[in-house]
């Protein structure tokens, strides 16, 4: 797939959360667009829900989030409950509100680009997470780079959670909770589960009535969901 076109690109690319950091904070921290709806599963209603199903399937407290937003919301979340919890943004603004809305956390956060390599060690993580991350790079990217770095640095039989816009193409839409249209790059299931399948990760499929296999829902924004739970190998 060729580049986004320039006329798109503020937006697509890190400008949109460096502008809107405060404001994007304030709608993670408060749920406004974290709940689901069009559910392909009766328990997928929303962000803390699928908190909740992570932390059942690991069998560690090391977590990393990839992509953690302004003021790091879930990693300061999953850090009360104990849990040893990381998080990197690509946006430097987004990483600095976590000294004002959660300084307990701020040395266990920090700027990074999840298009480049990660800076940790093979196998460092128990499970990690990436929610509405990889819609903002390019696949070329997401395929060589993201995809092979999570299978690297989550240990063996760890846990990653992937949730991202799906679809073909670029998707705009108009986002009331910030006034503008917004555009995000679209994956299909079947791609990502092919690449996460070529570095040694598999589907978790549903388990009884516990969330599992490829999962759907549409936002507040009524745009469409995937999210998946892959285990590695």
């Not at 199903?53 to 977590?63: A, F, H, I, P, W």
């Not at 949730?163 to 994956?187: P, W």
């Not at 388990?207 to 009524?222: H, R, W």
Request: proline content about 3%.
């Amino acid at each position: 797939m060729g580049k986004i076109e320039t006329k798109i690109q503020p937006d697509y690319k890190e400008s949109f959360y460096s502008t809107h950091a405060r404001r994007y904070a304030e709608v993670s921290h408060q749920f406004l667009q974290s709940v689901y709806k069009e559910s392909s599963h009766p328990d997928l209603k929303g962000d803390v829900s699928l908190h909740g199903r992570l932390k059942e399937l690991t069998k560690g407290k090391r977590g990393l989030d990839a992509g953690c937003g302004a003021g790091a919301r879930d990693v300061f979340a999953f850090w009360k409950e104990d849990f040893d919890m990381w998080g990197f943004d690509a946006v430097k603004e987004n990483i600095e509100l976590v000294t004002e809305l959660h300084p307990e956390i701020q040395d266990r956060v920090f700027v990074h680009d999840l298009s480049h390599p990660l800076s940790f060690e093979d196998n460092y993580f128990d499970f990690a997470m990436c929610n509405a991350v990889i819609q903002h790079l390019e696949p070329g990217d997401v395929y060589r780079t993201v995809i092979p770095e999570f299978a690297r640095v989550i240990r063996p039989n760890g846990v990653l959670q992937l949730m991202f816009k799906s679809g073909t193409g670029i998707d705009t839409i108009y986002d009331k909770d910030y006034g503008v249209d917004r555009h995000f790059r679209l994956y299909e299931d079947k791609d990502i589960l092919e690449a996460a399948e070529s570095v040694g990760m598999s589907l978790i499929e549903e388990d009884g009535k516990a969330m599992g296999g490829v999962m759907s829902f549409v936002d507040p924004k009524n745009s469409r969901h995937s999210v998946m739970f892959l285990r590695n190998a």
